[in-house]
């Protein structure tokens, strides 16, 4: 079993900035790809930003530019740096972690973007 654990969400005004993080532990194997996905209300969840275990990234065209994956393989961690957050940023983060064809989700993590 792996267990993800998220952090960093909150309430940031229009054009600030969360980095969020999320801690992996348990069986984790050496190759595994990580990825953040997002929830807004009555909406289906998305992806938001991946990661492979070799650091090659995959964006949402409505973040490019804006949110910034990154990993520390040491601490089996992800982050995402999210710069210039909109109001329709506003959702549950999910952190997600993929390895030997199995997928497992963290809690959750609420970002909401508003003045």
């Known amino acids: 079993q792996v267990q993800l654990v998220e952090s960093g969400g909150g309430l940031v005004q229009p054009g600030g900035s969360l980095r969020l993080s999320c801690a992996a532990s348990?069986?984790?194997?050496?190759?595994?790809?990580m990825g953040w996905y997002r929830q807004a209300p009555g909406k289906q969840r998305e992806l938001v930003a991946a990661?492979?275990?070799?650091?090659?990234?995959n964006y949402a065209d409505s973040v490019k530019g804006r949110f910034t994956i990154s990993r520390d393989n040491a601490k089996n961690t992800v982050y995402l740096q999210m710069n210039s957050l909109k109001p329709e940023d506003t959702a549950v983060y999910y952190c997600?972690?993929?390895?030997?064809?199995?997928?497992?989700w963290g809690q959750g993590t609420k970002v909401t973007v508003s003045s």
């Open positions: 990661i492979t275990s070799g650091g090659s990234t």
């Open positions: 348990g069986s984790i194997k050496r190759l595994y790809a």
């Open positions: 997600n972690l993929g390895q030997m064809g199995d997928t497992y």
